[in-house]
């Protein structure tokens, strides 16, 4: 009997092993690549979600509360300068978007 009590013990024991292991396994975070952008004279977070919606399946409100939360923003408020990552994947900017450069070309 005491034996069969340390061979369940050994099983459950193992089995809770295996389902942590797979469950970290497979519970990774989003590994996804977002664009950088720095802010311009001019830019909001309203009109950084206009001139990228092209790009995301957000609405505006979803695009501003996504960049609040992931740059720490307490308010909409942004300045020029400022570096923010935007719910837009970096391979997705840049194989979708061209922009002019200072030639205008």
């Known amino acids: 009997m005491e034996k069969l009590k340390n061979y369940s013990f050994m ?10 292991a797979l ?5 990774g975070t989003d590994q996804t690549a977002y664009h950088q952008i720095k802010v311009a004279t001019g830019d909001s977070l309203w ?3 206009e001139d990228y919606k092209d790009l995301h399946k957000m609405d505006q409100i979803e695009f501003i509360q ?10 909409t408020k942004i300045v020029p300068g400022e ?4 719910p837009v994947p970096a391979a ?11 030639n205008g070309e």
Do not use: P, R
Not at 11 to 18: F, R, S, Y
Not at 66 to 75: A, E, G, H, P, S
Not at 83 to 86: A, F, G, H, K, Y
């Open 92 to 102: 997705e900017y840049d194989s979708g978007l061209q922009l002019a450069d200072a």
């Open 23 to 27: 469950y970290f396994s497979f519970s």
């Open 11 to 20: 099983l459950l024991l193992t089995v809770m092993m295996a389902s942590a």
């Open 47 to 49: 009109s950084l979600a």
């Open 83 to 86: 570096d923010l990552t935007i």
């Open 66 to 75: 996504w960049v609040q939360d992931k740059n720490d923003l307490i308010t």
